[in-house]
């Protein structure tokens, strides 16, 4: 029996990527897990389809995990800062305290032609440093992952009475064909997919159309061929449940298997990525994140301060979909004065000095699957002001301060009660360190091997799985 881990998706995703958001690096890191628990073993294997998606191509992991290990670890010097606040809106000239004065029917065309000039003064500034940068000596970017490595065992796979087929990553967004699946049950193999999450399915508006549709052909045609639906969290499996029974799909055998989501911290301390007082969100800038609540929360705090003053509230990840309203009031709000920081994808070095250094962190999302990033945080040390919703309360357990996304009042008076009485921080991290007990991708791994019947290879004591600096930045 050999159980085969397709990572078509991880071999995608980094053809346009050089850091994981959480359902790539849950991928990565179980597979990479699974391959240092069955070293020597030919019990696990790792393949790819072709492009007519008709036939398994057997992939050389190691070659793989360094390539993407490789661009993922490119990141600035411990000591490089992170970018500081914009600075605050200059004070306006007579000229515009004179137009103010004018009739709507004046002012209103004129303020338009001028924010119209401040947004093409940008777009040429931003042109004009993208010809600079071109035309400076940069080093050429890394060749695509997807050229397999030149190795003999890169040929095709034929499957045995009793393999597995494992799909940990988006299965969804590169769907397998029926005839495909006919194959893989003619051949006595058993099939097995992740249940990251359920948005798509719940959720559309926090959705691209396309992800709507293939997610929902997805959830159709190719879960209720599985032998085996793994779920990220109780949450995740209660909520496929019940996708599955409103469409009256024959519910899969299902097992729970929660990720390793973080390993040991760096104990080195790095470089304070910014001088003054910050509380850090780490997360793909995304609707269903929050990030439009929390800018409302810092826009409150700012009108009634707390004690001892605002800190900056630092977003770290990526830009998504649906987020260019956000965006602009951000810029529109000239970023609450400097008070929200926005740090695009950060390296891991980056993103490492902001967790050691902040306050504590903050997660409000509406819906979660797991919430890598409050695992993270906990594996820092540092405590989170976390939403109650979904999954989140899986993640965190007993070390996280609660609150109702949907409530911002609430939100509002545990972030403010945290900022005025830093002893009640203090008091959560002690409890973090005397309490928690960091996660590892090896018990993911082990546990998946386990369940599909590999116990053998798991026989001896699980190797920790080193996990940090790598970060999800977009989770």
Not at 10 to 16: C, T, W, Y
Not at 60 to 85: C, H, K, N, T, V
Not at 335 to 360: M, N, R, W
Request: glycine share 8%.
């Amino acid at each position: 029996m050999t159980i085969w881990f397709d990572v078509e998706d991880l071999i995608r995703f980094f053809q346009s990527a050089k850091r994981p958001t959480g359902i790539q690096r849950f991928s990565f890191e179980a597979c990479a897990a699974a391959a240092q628990l069955a070293a020597g073993s030919k019990e696990v294997g790792f393949c790819r389809r072709n492009d007519l998606g008709t036939r398994l191509l057997r992939v050389d992991f190691p070659a793989l995990e360094a390539r993407i290990r490789a661009m993922s670890d490119q990141s600035s010097p411990a000591s490089e800062p992170i970018p500081g606040p914009p600075p605050p809106p200059a004070r306006p000239s007579r000229l515009f305290a004179a137009a103010r004065q004018l009739p709507p029917a004046y002012r209103l065309p004129l303020g338009e032609l001028y924010r119209a000039g401040i947004t093409g003064g940008r777009a040429v500034k931003a042109l004009a440093r993208a010809g600079l940068s071109a035309l400076r000596s940069a080093p050429p970017p890394p060749k695509p992952i997807t050229e397999p490595p030149a190795a003999p065992d890169s040929g095709p796979i034929t499957l045995q009475p009793g393999d597995w087929l494992i799909n940990l990553g988006a299965s969804w967004e590169r769907p397998y064909s029926t005839a495909f699946l006919n194959h893989l049950a003619s051949a006595g193999a058993s099939f097995g997919l992740f249940a990251h999450d359920m948005i798509p399915d719940l959720f559309p508006e926090w959705c691209t159309h396309s992800m709507v549709r293939d997610f929902s052909a997805w959830l159709d045609e190719t879960v209720p061929r599985a032998d085996r639906v793994f779920a990220i969290s109780t949450h995740t499996l209660k909520d496929l449940k019940s996708c599955l029974e409103r469409r009256n799909r024959t519910v899969p055998l299902r097992t729970l298997l929660p990720p390793g989501g973080s390993g040991n911290a760096p104990t080195a301390l790095l470089p304070r990525p910014l001088a003054q007082p910050y509380i850090l969100m780490v997360g793909t800038i995304e609707a269903r994140k929050n990030h439009g609540g929390m800018l409302r929360v810092w826009r409150q705090l700012l009108n009634t301060p707390p004690a001892g003053g605002v800190p900056t509230l630092v977003f770290a990840g990526k830009a998504g979909w649906l987020t260019a309203d956000l965006m602009q009031q951000l810029e529109n709000a000239s970023h609450l004065g400097g008070k929200i920081l926005f740090v695009d994808q950060p390296s891991e070095t980056q993103l490492a000095a902001l967790y050691q250094h902040c306050l504590f962190t903050l997660y409000p999302s509406l819906y979660e699957g797991w919430g890598l990033p409050v695992t993270e945080s906990l594996c820092f040390g540092k405590p989170v002001a976390a939403s109650n919703s979904s999954a989140i309360p899986e993640a965190g357990g007993a070390f996280c301060c609660y609150f109702d996304p949907d409530n911002l009042a609430d939100a509002h008076e545990k972030i403010r009660t945290w900022i005025e009485q830093p002893e009640l921080v203090a008091a959560a991290a002690a409890r973090i360190a005397a309490q928690f007990t960091p996660p590892h991708w090896a018990d993911t791994a082990s546990a998946l091997l386990q369940d599909c019947g590999a116990g053998q290879i798991i026989a001896a004591p699980a190797p920790e799985a080193q996990l940090f600096p790598r970060l999800a930045a977009g989770d």
